[in-house]
């Protein structure tokens, strides 16, 4: 009888370590997509660039404005840059089938200007400067409270003044985005890591779409 407790033991133990790698193979699983990029006019956009949460996936589309591209449950949102009509962004709802149609008279952007506000174009030769030194300050909140005009903080509730609605608890707080990448959560940052903290609003806050409706906070870290 003593030497089944051990092998019932290790039994469970087996059968726990397989179960965990199921589910993390599950929960990283990525499912291929397909989509077209449209004009306003929904004629095919070809050779427009494909952003994943604002990061460049370097997938193009095709002359019939076709892409295909490989997501994950971490994805949140699509984008389409194209030079002639700016940018446009679709929420993904589990679709496998994606259509980004540009609206008409949409604001125009170039690649440049995406990278100044925030999202990771990679391989753009940029003017570098000197980081700011931000080690003072003992949390990012105490950081944009002090550094960023027009922000109220309340303990992690932020707000930018001139956006949505006039309390720093209306729940309309502003897009984070660190590094190219939409964070839920600035908690996790030391300022003494960050090179920079900028601010986006209005019309230009507008090309993040529905997401940019509060303002945009855009943070870089040192490298």
């Known amino acids: ?9 290790f039994i469970t133990l087996y059968f726990m370590f397989v179960g965990t790698l199921i589910a993390q193979t599950v929960e990283s699983k990525s499912v291929r997509v397909s989509g077209t990029v449209l004009d306003p006019g929904h004629n095919p956009v070809k050779k427009a660039i ?20 490989d997501l994950n449950n971490e994805n949140k949102v699509i984008m389409a840059f194209s030079p002639i ?10 679709s ?3 259509q980004i149609v540009f609206p008409e008279g949409g604001p125009l952007v170039t690649e440049d200007k995406l990278s100044e506000l925030g999202y990771d174009t990679k391989g753009k030769v940029r003017s570098k400067r000197e980081p700011k030194d931000y080690s003072k300050y003992l949390d990012m909140y105490q950081l944009i409270a002090t550094e ?13 003044r001139g956006n949505a609605l006039n309390s720093v608890n209306s729940g309309q ?3 984070l985005i660190v590094d190219g990448t939409v964070v839920s959560s600035i908690e996790y940052i030391l300022p003494r ?15 993040y779409g529905a997401r940019g409706a509060n303002g ?8």
């Open 1 to 9: 009888m003593k030497t089944k407790q051990p092998r019932l033991y």
């Open 50 to 69: 494909i952003y994943l949460d604002s990061v460049n996936t370097r997938v193009r589309t095709d002359k019939k404005g076709h892409f295909e591209i």
């Open 85 to 94: 009509y700016g940018i446009q962004s679709v929420d993904l709802d589990g």
């Open 96 to 98: 496998e089938e994606i």
């Open 148 to 160: 960023v005009p027009g922000a109220q903080v309340n303990g992690t509730k932020i707000r930018l």
């Open 173 to 175: 707080e502003p897009l």
């Open 193 to 207: 890591n960050v090179a920079s903290v900028e601010v986006i609003r209005d019309e230009n806050a507008s090309l």
């Open 216 to 223: 945009v906070i855009v943070i870089k870290m040192k490298k």
